[in-house]
Nanobody, 125 residues
């Protein structure tokens, strides 16, 4: 059994910053990649950022230059530093993890095996 738990969401004014954290725990689990997705009301879940165990990262165009994903592999923990937040960043942010190695992009939600419950991020004007 693998548990994924996010933390760090909240309410922030436009232009502000938040840092999300996510830990994946399981007795024998070692993540090959972890990612962040988000879902705004009435919209589909969308990719935000992902990081492989080797350190390679990928970002959605909408967050490039503003968000930074990082990880502590020893702890199966991933972080999402969000700067210059905009109201359109408002969403529930989900963390996901997979123990499977893929050669392609980790931007597709179906590649992930384990998901957290989500944490709300609200950006006000």
């Amino acid at each position: 059994q693998v548990h994924v738990v996010e933390s760090g969401g909240g309410l922030v004014q436009a232009g502000g910053s938040l840092r999300l954290s996510c830990a994946a725990s399981g007795r024998t689990f070692s993540a090959n990649a972890m990612g962040w997705f988000r879902q705004a009301p009435g919209k589909e879940r969308e990719f935000v950022a992902a990081i492989r165990s080797g350190g390679n990262t990928a970002y959605a165009d909408s967050v490039k230059g503003r968000f930074t994903i990082s990880s502590d592999n020893a702890k199966n923990t991933v972080y999402l530093q969000m700067n210059s937040l905009k109201p359109e960043d408002t969403a529930v942010y989900y963390c996901a993890a997979t123990g499977t190695r893929y050669s392609g992009s980790y931007s597709y939600p179906e590649l992930y095996d384990y998901w957290g419950q989500g944490t709300q991020v609200t950006v006000s004007l």
